[in-house]
């Protein structure tokens, strides 16, 4: 048991797994995330949006990239009972975003994320809604979370050196 610890040990530098975050609040990933500013989004879901983006991009420093995002927010109805009553919904939150450079308005990054949630419709309209207000804070809250780590993968790949 001990012999297969020190053998996993030694293996895993040469995994190619590297720190994110390596550096901490000085490294060059988090130096690029204080530097994005996060472009104002349309609509209800935009707020949202936006504020999940700036909880995860404190923008501390002068920005030198600017975050472009546009989304769709689509409900639909999926169970459906003999009434034609609907039972059960998705709802879908979608992003296509872009890092754009600020110095030349160059796209940096040009990619989508998105994800859905499950909701049941019940008898109670305000509880219907209420679930869909919520489903739709979650999904802010999660394709903020893929947003952030696309830019920070481009941010560590950009700095990166190349191995030999």
């Given at each position: 048991m001990r012999r297969?610890?020190?053998?996993?040990?030694?293996?895993?530098?040469?995994?190619?797994?590297?720190?994110?975050?390596?550096?901490?609040?000085?490294?060059?990933?988090?130096?690029?995330?204080?530097a994005v500013q996060v472009a104002p989004i349309e609509g209800k879901s935009g707020y949202l949006m936006s504020n999940a983006l700036r909880d995860r991009l404190p923008e501390n420093g002068t920005p030198r990239y600017r975050l472009d995002v546009r989304l769709n927010d689509e409900i639909k109805g999926l169970g459906v009972r003999q009434d034609d009553s609907v039972t059960r919904e998705r709802r879908t939150l979608r992003a296509r975003f872009q890092l754009v450079n600020l110095a030349d308005g160059t796209v940096l990054l040009d990619a989508t994320a998105g994800s859905d949630a499950g909701i049941d419709v019940v008898g109670s309209e305000y509880a219907t809604i209420a679930a869909e207000n919520t489903a739709l804070e979650r999904l802010a809250g999660i394709v903020a979370d893929q947003i952030v780590s696309r830019v920070a993968l481009y941010a560590q790949r950009r700095t990166a050196k190349p191995t030999p």
């Open positions: 297969l610890a020190i053998l996993l040990a030694l293996a895993l530098p040469g995994c190619g797994l590297h720190p994110l975050y390596a550096g901490g609040g000085s490294g060059s990933v988090a130096t690029a995330l204080d």
